[in-house]
């Protein structure tokens, strides 16, 4: 008799344990990941575009690159990272990936004018990831 019951009630705390309390832990792993990309996207910073003509040996190539902020100085210089670069007159260097990166960093230097880059618009993408991630929260707590 008191192994049909330890049956029963192995068998009625498995049940709670597998519809109950695991999908629990399950969905709380879930919504950990999503805030913290979300929170990733947000401290993402400013990206955007900087053009500028590049001269050398009588020819000539506006040079495209992408930059992402670091730091803003008083003079509204703006410390960049450089992500991606190319020339629009292919001809013009052959350099690519990491070499023409440091070959354009060698060129501007770290510090470029504010006012001369072309920042993607981020607002209302930052907007929505934020009501998001309150909602988020909101249901965190009905739900657990």
């Known amino acids: 008799m008191a192994i049909i019951i330890s049956v029963i009630c192995a068998a009625f705390l498995g049940y709670l344990y597998g519809h109950y309390i695991r999908p629990k832990q399950v969905l709380r792993n879930a919504l950990k990941d999503v805030k913290q990309r979300c929170i990733a996207v947000l401290e993402e910073g400013n990206k955007g575009v900087y053009r500028t003509i590049v001269t050398d040996n009588n ?16 003079t509204r210089q703006v410390k960049v990272q450089y992500l991606d670069a ?11 990936g990491e070499a023409l990166l440091k070959e354009v960093q060698g060129l501007l ?16 993408r930052h907007d929505n990831i934020k009501k998001y991630l ?3 929260n909101i249901t965190h707590y009905t739900l657990l």
Not at 59 to 74: C, R, Y
Not at 109 to 124: A, C, K, M, R, S
């Open 134 to 136: 309150n909602d988020l």
């Open 109 to 124: 230097g770290d510090y470029l004018p504010g006012d001369e880059i072309e920042w993607y618009d981020n607002t209302q």
């Open 86 to 96: 190319f020339y629009k007159n292919p001809e013009f260097r052959t350099r690519k």
């Open 59 to 74: 020819q000539s190539s506006e040079l495209i690159v992408e930059v992402k902020e670091l730091a803003v100085t008083k």
